[in-house]
């Protein structure tokens, strides 16, 4: 059974920065077929993949979203089975409720689109006011 915990998001002053972190119990996050990925949501606003990780086929690969690329790192440490979200250079516009996901299925999917995934941690909100 596979369980994502997502922590570290906070409120914070334009400019600064925030990293989240996702425990993954449950998730073989050194399997050579897997896509974890951030994403996040804002009211009124429609989920936005903000970054993802890969690794299949022996080639490992991070994906970001357009308006976080400079700002946003993707990481993760298998030995802790966390994924984690550096976000610096934080926009108002950041604001919103960040969610973990991750796939437990083998195959290519597009890793920034909601759909590709099929568990979801229960978000931690980030404010950048």
């Known amino acids: 059974h596979v369980q994502l915990v997502e922590s570290g998001g906070g409120s914070v002053q334009p400019g600064g920065s925030l990293r989240l972190s996702c425990v993954a119990s449950g998730y073989r996050m050194y399997a050579s077929d897997y896509c974890m990925g951030w994403f996040r949501q804002a009211p009124g606003k429609a989920r936005e993949g903000v970054a993802a990780?890969?690794?299949?086929?022996?080639?490992?690969?991070?994906f970001y979203g357009d308006s976080v690329k400079g700002r946003f790192t993707i990481s993760h440490d298998n030995d802790k089975h966390s994924l984690y979200l550096q976000m610096d250079a934080l926009l108002p516009e950041d604001t919103g409720t960040y969610y973990c996901?991750?796939?437990?299925?083998?195959?290519?999917?597009?890793?920034?689109?909601?759909?590709?995934?099929?568990?979801w941690g229960q978000g931690t909100q980030v404010t950048v006011s």
């Open positions: 996901a991750a796939r437990s299925q083998p195959g290519a999917v597009p890793p920034l689109v909601g759909t590709s995934y099929n568990r």
């Open positions: 990780n890969f690794n299949r086929l022996s080639v490992n690969k991070s």
